[in-house]
């Protein structure tokens, strides 16, 4: 197996249905170029799919994505016999990412045709963590199957190909499907391919999710028809990213990171998601706590494992977890105390209430009992600017979960809480040549690496700062060597060797600029959070309303494209839900359920227009509101027993 560069997708159809995916080009052919494939559980199943008509390849008319889980493609065959450019045949391919294609030729010519149809297939069986590090694989031999081919890599995972109807002939030296077809004018013919993908044993994966997607489904209107088309693009790709790791929990599905890298849940993407999701009612966040709380760690042990701490990546049956991304614990602490505000029954949080007191010993013990204290990056490593507005705010939530359930401790957290932020805001400010910003981190000497950055985006929204701090940190996301117009860079342009396509920097990040929006127009600095959601919306139609992972931070200009990043996600779980709270922000939705009462009070007139946001769920009851173009509330729907303070 030899190697080449890490293969490019940002030019490809992607379509997922976790743990399915299918990536192809824009002709129909699959031809094991790079990344292209049929995957299922992080692993490539079909590497070939080429289609030939009396010995041609079709010539391609049109292929795109029609769902968050189809490709449609469109191809014509011409015969010289004809006479007349117009197309003798026309195929039609829908390929689905569960591992389903269905073909169809149609005779669109006057005379009958008799025609030779061959698939050519192939397999390899390359995990997809070897594609992406540059692996090359040699094609795996076939063998003829029940009605078609099947293949099998040597650690025992195989595949299988079925074809209805079954071809006329099956060829394992050439690994060829063939069909001989008369087809009259004005008929059709199909046929339908099947992928079984079987892992070898002892090894099962997470399983597709099936059944309605944990979440109300919202309906959107809004004089900027942009943000309705995201919105939509977001939930879909969502509902395609589920997966149910744990077959303990079959109501507990988690969103697989994105395709086509990360097809594969981790605990922190599951735990933003499913606080973006939060409008949209708690069963979702609800099953994303259990499922973690059931993970959480219980002893010292390699892969970073610590009592209490939430593991981000889940592992398979019978491997361990991984719990080395730091972050997830106080995100956990923070879903819970959102999902609580927003109406999280009590029968579903009482069980939860262990897992809280173990995450919040894990975070007391990773921030240190003195008031200078930072939470680092390991015991001598950095301490990153945005890890300490997330442990500040998991605090703040932990602290008010304790006092409502009539635990101890809440009053110490909170102090301690506080002693973070007044420590924060005296370490981490920093001014340069644009204006006071806070540093991106603090190095272990304590020092300030004193790089304006994305990092600020997390502050405004979590409480951390003063009124003071979150006018400097509005002034800073929205200047030009942040703000490129197509949303935040990482990392200011001012940077010595800044590039815009710098994964670790130079890049757009849907879901930071988004985290940034709803933090400032929250803190009520509408024009700087109007401001940065413009560019995403500005970016949006260009990637289809399907926000990437990153993209390009080259500066936005007049009639040119944002630039696609080479190895983003696309679909991507925490940028396709990341436009949701920032909707709810600017519509100023504040909801206090426990002290049953709800809040709306939007910041100001709004640049998208008059908003309607209809569907919505409080309290586990539909909830609608609608911002006119004044930037005046009006509530037209809301659960019985809450007060509305407008």
């Known amino acids: 197996m030899s190697t080449i560069p890490h293969p490019l997708a940002h030019e490809a159809l ?61 191809a014509m065959r011409r015969f010289a016999a004809d006479g007349t450019p117009d197309p003798g045949l026309v195929i039609e391919r829908t390929r689905h990412a569960a591992g ?55 650690d025992g995972t195989s595949v299988r190909v079925s074809a209805e109807p079954a071809p006329n002939t099956a060829l ?20 339908e391919l099947r992928v079984v993908a079987e892992p070898a ?41 589920l997966v149910v790791p744990d077959p303990d929990l079959p109501t507990a599905p988690l969103p697989a990171a994105g395709a086509p890298w990360q097809l594969a849940p981790t605990g922190r993407d599951a735990l933003w998601t499913a606080r973006m999701l939060l409008p949209l009612g708690t069963r979702f966040a609800s099953g994303v706590l259990r499922l973690l709380a059931a993970r959480q760690g219980v002893r010292v042990r390699p892969r970073g494992e610590d009592p209490g701490r939430i593991p981000h990546t889940l592992g398979r049956a019978g491997e361990p977890a991984r719990y080395d991304c730091a972050g997830s614990t106080a995100l956990f602490v923070t879903l819970f105390g959102e999902a609580w505000r927003w109406g999280l029954p009590a029968a579903e949080a009482g ?7 173990r995450a919040l010993g894990h975070l007391s013990r990773t921030l240190g009992e003195r008031p200078g204290d930072f939470v680092r990056l390991g015991p001598e490593g950095p301490a990153p600017c945005e890890l300490q507005a997330q442990t500040y705010q998991a605090a ?24 973070l932020g007044v420590a924060f805001r005296r370490a981490f400010r920093a001014e340069d040549a644009a204006g006071e910003y806070y540093a991106a981190a603090l190095d272990p000497a304590g020092r300030p690496i004193t790089v304006a950055s994305s990092a600020m985006a997390h502050l405004p929204g979590s409480g951390i700062l003063d009124d003071t701090g979150n006018r400097a940190v509005a002034r800073r996301l929205t200047a030009p060597d942040l703000d490129c117009g197509w949303g935040l860079r990482g990392t200011s342009t001012r940077l010595p060797g800044y590039h815009p396509l710098a994964a670790r920097g130079g890049v757009v990040r849907a879901h930071d600029t988004c985290v940034a ?78 002290a049953g009462r709800v809040t709306v009070r939007p910041p100001g007139p709004l640049d998208i227009g008059e908003l309607e946001l209809r569907d919505l769920c409080v309290a586990g009851e539909p909830f609608t509101v609608r911002v006119n173009r004044a930037g005046q509330a009006i509530v037209e729907e809301a659960a019985k027993g809450i007060q509305l303070a407008i």
Not at 555 to 568: C, N
């Open 201 to 241: 044993s002892g090894r099962p994966g997470p399983r597709a999710f099936s059944g309605r997607p944990p979440w109300t489904q919202p309906r959107v209107r809004c004089d900027d028809v942009r943000v309705a088309g995201c919105l939509d693009q977001g939930l879909r790709d969502l509902r395609a990213l």
């Open 351 to 357: 069980p939860l209430l262990p897992a809280l007191g």
């Open 100 to 154: 389903r294609e269905r073909l169809v030729l149609r005779n669109t010519g006057r005379r009958a045709l008799r025609l030779p149809i061959e698939l050519a297939l192939g397999a390899d069986l390359i995990p997809l963590d070897a594609l992406r590090a540059g692996h090359r694989p040699t094609e795996l031999r076939a063998r003829v199957a029940a009605a078609g081919l099947g293949w099998s890599a040597p």
């Open 172 to 191: 394992a030296a050439t690994a060829t499907l063939r069909w001989d077809v008369d087809l009259e004018p004005a008929r059709s013919w199909s046929v």
């Open 14 to 74: 992607v379509c997922v249905d976790a743990p399915g995916m299918v990536i192809g080009g824009l002709d129909g052919q699959l031809r094991g170029h790079g990344v292209q494939g049929v995957y299922h559980d992080g692993r490539r199943t079909l590497s070939r799919i080429v289609l030939t008509i009396g010995g041609t390849e079709p010539e391609p008319l049109s292929g795109h994505v029609v769902a968050a889980d189809a490709v449609r493609y469109l």
């Open 517 to 594: 929006a709803a933090g400032l127009a929250e803190a009520g600095h509408l024009d700087a959070a109007q401001q940065l959601f413009a560019g995403l919306l500005h970016a949006a139609p260009w990637f289809q309303y399907r926000l990437p992972e990153m993209h390009a931070g080259e500066q936005r200009a007049q009639g040119h494209a944002p630039v696609a990043h080479p190895l983003a996600c696309r679909p991507f779980a925490r940028a396709a839900g990341a436009i949701l709270p920032v909707l709810v922000a600017l519509a100023g939705i504040r909801p206090d359920v426990p």
């Open 396 to 419: 703040r939530h932990g602290a008010a979960l304790l006092e409502a359930h009539g635990l101890p401790g809440a009053d110490a957290l909170r102090e301690r809480a506080e002693q």
